[in-house]
């Protein structure tokens, strides 16, 4: 149980055009996920937290007009990269939190996927 | 505002030698702690959680760590380490009266198992 699947795996795309990436929640509900950002050979940089029916908090730096997160049901939260830029090209991961609000220690992540703009 | 550093940002092992991975965090309040195990071009697996209780924690994978409050350290050990233990592990902690699971991820140490 608790899988996270997110998709694409992996996307090419030419600069400014726009990239939606999937985070999915297959076995369970999940009212917040997260969005991490990850650059070779680094940590995960925390994005913005998406919370189901309302606006994402975006972390401090982060452009939300680049960087569009919506969390339309329990189980999908989607984030659109628009007019990306070679600059954006990195490995996306997300996270959903089963834990309907309360926190209760454990997050269940997605397989990534690596964004190369051309 | 907390933080988490991995002192250790590569460590080489020899096969079925021990490892310990070296976790510290800072935090003005109590935190939950986690190891996060990632292998190439793939998202985090859980490999142990500390939340209460018990400062001893066996995790998956034959791994374990310990919590000690008073050093704020959540070392992570393996006695004996295979080629497939090869991985990028993380240390991360969240703040329990925080609503939600929001994580502060450690720099990362990468394991190389060498034959």
């Known amino acids: 149980g608790a899988v996270v699947s997110q998709h694409p795996s992996w996307v090419i795309c030419k600069s400014g055009t726009s990239v939606k990436i999937e985070c999915r929640s297959l076995?369970?509900?999940?009212?917040?996920m997260f969005w991490y950002r990850q650059f070779p050979k680094q940590s995960l940089m925390l994005m913005a937290t998406s919370n189901e029916g309302s606006k994402a908090t975006y972390e401090q730096g982060v452009e939300k007009d680049k960087f569009l997160i919506n969390h339309a049901s329990l189980t999908l939260s989607t984030l659109t990269v628009t007019s990306a830029h070679p600059e954006d090209s990195s490995f996306y991961i997300c996270s959903a939190d089963p834990g309907q609000g309360v926190s209760t220690g454990e997050l269940f992540f997605g397989e990534g996927s690596r964004l190369t703009v051309l | 505002a907390q933080s988490v550093t991995q002192l250790d940002s590569q460590v080489p092992v020899f096969e079925e030698a021990p490892v310990e991975l070296r976790c510290n965090y800072s935090?003005?309040?109590?935190?939950?702690l986690f190891w996060y195990v990632q292998y190439p071009n793939q998202g985090l697996q859980l490999l142990l959680k500390y939340l209460s209780g018990s400062t001893l924690v066996k995790g998956i994978n034959g791994f374990e760590a310990e919590f000690n409050k008073s050093q704020t350290s959540f070392h992570l050990r393996k006695p004996s380490v295979h080629i497939s233990d090869t991985a990028e592990y993380f240390c991360?902690?969240?703040?329990?009266?925080?609503?939600?699971?929001?994580?502060?991820f450690g720099g990362g140490t990468r394991v190389l198992v060498k034959p």
């Open positions: 935090s003005s309040v109590s935190v939950y």
């Open positions: 076995d369970f509900q999940a009212t917040t």
């Open positions: 991360a902690v969240s703040e329990p009266q925080a609503a939600g699971n929001k994580l502060t």
